[in-house]
Each structure stands twice: as C-alpha cells, then as structure tokens.
C-alpha cells in the first residue's frame, strides 16, 4: 500500500502540473475569480499530496502542521467558488460570499481533534450543496450522459474522502495518509482523464445550465426561417469551419440573438451549441477521410474547424467511438 500512494503522489503532482499549464486555463470560465479558485483547488490537493509525501518518507507530523490544516480547508470553498460558476445561473460574486473563506482563518486556531474532522464535516456541507444543484440539472441529463458518469465518479471519490476523514481519528496515521494520498490520485486520475475524453465539458455543462433555467426566447421567431437559414449556413457555406466560431457569430448570421440561439439549439436538436457544431465538423471529416484517402488526418481535422489534432481526436473519438484512422481503415475497406 505504501508504494501505491507514493504512486499517487507522483502522479497527482504530474497531473497538477500539467493542468495548470495546459487544459485548466482552457476549460476554466471567463471570469478571473473562477479561474484563481480552480488554481487554488489544484495548488491544495497538490499542496497536501506534497505533505504526504513528508510523512511517508521522514515520518513529518503533518496532522498538527498549520499549513496541512489550512490545505484541508482551503479544498472544499475553492471547489465551491469553481463549480458554482459553472452550474449557477446568474453566479455574480458578492460580499456576503467572503463567509465562505472564513474556514481558512478559523483552520489556524482549531485544535487538531477538532479540525480535521471538522474539514470534512465542511466538504460534506459543499458536496450536498453540489448534488443538489446537478440534481436540478436532471431534465437536461440526455445531452451530457457520459459526461454525468464522469462526475459522477468524482463524485463517489468525494465520498470516499469523506468518510475516510470521518473515521481519520480511529485509524492509523500512516494508513490515513496512505489511503487519502490514494484517493486524490485517484480524483486526479478523473479530472484528467475526463478533460481528455471531453475537452469542452465545461462549455456543455454550462449551456445545460443555462438550457434548464432560461426561460423561453422564441416567442417573437419564426422557427422554421431561422432553422432554414441555419441548414443553409452549416450545410452549403459550411460555416462551421470556420475555426473562430462561436455561438455570438452564429447568431448575428441568422439574425436573432446569442440567447435565442442557444435555446433553439437546444429544443430543436436536445443538445448544446459546442457539441452541435462538433457534430458537424465530425460529418464532414468522415467524408474527407474516405474521398481524400492520402491526405493526413491533422490536415482534414483542420480543413473542418478544429485547431488542433487533439481536439479533432477528441471529439472524433467522442461522437464516432474510434479514431480518424480507424473510420478511414473500417470504411475505406467496405
């Protein structure tokens, strides 16, 4: 067991590292306090994974280190502050929130029996605020599945956290250390594996949000004409390869608002602007990779609005359940 947690270390701080400089800052919302809560979320885990690692190698007492206590209570309101972002509508941070940093401070003057079950009773507190809040989300659960079965991964992690720091003062330390070292690797593990496998999650979740709040704007539409302009614009001016594209864009091209459009998407298709445009890139490579049979992946990912081999991977993978090279090899035989 031992070896296994120092496993999870190295993996968890690797992983923490690449977040940070690669896909964190991309997938993070626009807004800067939800992007430095994200970072916090990381540096924490990251921060106790470290602490751990002290205590497997020299044995440092780290359950009476201020610093491993603040780490403890920093995690569940730097989650908080993130997530909330992303699944609250109209999420403007206000002055009253600055009670949620207030576990921070009182983390330095806790005695140690009291603080570490004390930071898990918080995350408690914070997990079930977070169930409740995807619970709301179930109408729009059909266009996000797989993307549910991840969180929901994340979400027996927590679980396990929780109850681990429960029952923490009954057990070993060693085997405390060892078995939460092994459960943030495993968290990590998730986030990473997640990110890969839906690098635009966070733009698909927040379009369901916003889908299962927003009242309706397609009153004063004519449907049909929008929905006929639309065809025209994906299908003959192919407008989906433009790499810029965004929902804005779209919107200003077919006359009616970024909002409207969202929801006509939505309602009309049951699913998210991000993904209803992958969908269509996704087509139009199919067709590529069996007409143009020589020319690379890379290039035909490209030529259909992906800016990278990896998102075209990705989304290739997630809408075709293979790669472009294994479409072109299955079809190109038949």
Same mark, same amino acid.
């Given at each position: 067991?031992?070896?296994?947690?120092?496993?999870?270390?190295?993996?968890?701080?690797?992983?923490?590292?690449?977040?940070?400089?690669?896909?964190?800052?991309?997938?993070?919302?626009?807004?800067?306090?939800?992007?430095?809560?994200?970072? @916090?979320?990381? *540096? $924490?885990?990251?921060?106790?994974?470290?602490?751990? %690692?002290? #205590?497997?190698?020299?044995?440092? +007492? &780290?359950?009476?280190?201020?610093?491993?206590?603040?780490?403890?209570?920093?995690?569940?309101?730097?989650?908080?502050?993130?997530?909330?972002?992303?699944?609250?509508?109209?999420?403007?941070?206000?002055?009253?929130?600055?009670?949620?940093?207030?576990?921070?401070?009182?983390?330095?003057?806790?005695?140690?029996?009291?603080?570490?079950?004390?930071?898990?009773?918080?995350?408690?507190?914070?997990?079930?605020?977070?169930?409740?809040?995807?619970?709301?989300?179930?109408?729009?659960?059909?266009?996000?599945?797989?993307?549910?079965?991840?969180?929901?991964?994340?979400?027996?992690?927590?679980?396990?956290?929780?109850?681990?720091?429960?029952?923490?003062?009954?057990?070993?330390?060693?085997?405390?250390?060892?078995?939460?070292?092994? @459960?943030?690797? *495993? $968290?990590?593990?998730?986030?990473?594996?997640?990110? %890969?496998? #839906?690098?635009?999650?966070?733009? +698909? &979740?927040?379009?369901?949000?916003?889908?299962?709040?927003?009242?309706?704007?397609?009153?004063?539409?004519?449907?049909?004409?929008?929905?006929?302009?639309?065809?025209?614009?994906?299908?003959?001016?192919?407008?989906?390869?433009?790499?810029?594209?965004?929902?804005?864009?779209?919107?200003?091209?077919?006359?009616?608002?970024?909002?409207?459009?969202?929801?006509?998407?939505?309602?009309?298709?049951?699913?998210?602007?991000?993904?209803?445009?992958?969908?269509?890139?996704?087509?139009?490579?199919?067709?590529?990779?069996?007409?143009?049979?020589?020319?690379?992946?890379?290039?035909?990912?490209?030529?259909?609005?992906?800016?990278?081999?990896?998102?075209?991977?990705?989304?290739?993978?997630?809408?075709?359940?293979?790669?472009?090279?294994?479409?072109?090899?299955?079809?190109?035989?038949?």
């Amino acid at each position: 067991m031992p070896t296994v947690a120092l496993l999870s270390i190295g993996f968890s701080l690797g992983a923490a590292l690449l977040l940070i400089a690669g896909n964190l800052p991309q997938q993070l919302p626009h807004r800067c306090l939800a992007k430095a809560a994200g970072f @916090l979320l990381i *540096l $924490a885990l990251a921060g106790l994974q470290v602490l751990h %690692l002290h #205590f497997l190698l020299n044995q440092f +007492d &780290v359950f009476h280190a201020r610093l491993y206590g603040l780490l403890l209570y920093a995690v569940a309101p730097s989650f908080y502050f993130y997530s909330r972002q992303l699944l609250v509508v109209d999420s403007h941070y206000q002055r009253r929130d600055g009670v949620h940093l207030a576990p921070l401070l009182i983390s330095f003057v806790l005695p140690y029996d009291v603080a570490l079950p004390g930071a898990f009773l918080l995350g408690a507190a914070y997990l079930t605020w977070l169930a409740n809040v995807v619970y709301r989300l179930r109408a729009q659960r059909q266009r996000f599945q797989l993307e549910l079965l991840a969180l929901a991964t994340l979400f027996v992690i927590a679980i396990a956290v929780l109850l681990l720091g429960f029952i923490g003062p009954l057990v070993d330390q060693g085997h405390f250390i060892q078995t939460y070292s092994i @459960l943030i690797g *495993l $968290a990590f593990f998730a986030v990473t594996l997640t990110l %890969l496998r #839906f690098p635009s999650i966070t733009a +698909d &979740v927040s379009e369901a949000v916003q889908a299962a709040y927003a009242e309706s704007t397609l009153k004063n539409i004519d449907k049909a004409v929008v929905l006929a302009k639309l065809d025209d614009l994906m299908e003959h001016d192919k407008l989906y390869t433009l790499e810029t594209l965004n929902l804005t864009l779209l919107a200003e091209q077919l006359g009616i608002t970024a909002h409207q459009l969202s929801e006509l998407i939505n309602t009309q298709f049951q699913q998210g602007f991000s993904r209803y445009i992958r969908e269509h890139r996704i087509a139009a490579a199919k067709k590529l990779l069996l007409a143009e049979p020589n020319a690379s992946v890379l290039s035909i990912g490209l030529s259909v609005g992906f800016n990278s081999q990896s998102n075209f991977y990705a989304a290739f993978r997630d809408i075709a359940d293979m790669t472009p090279g294994q479409y072109r090899k299955n079809h190109g035989e038949s």
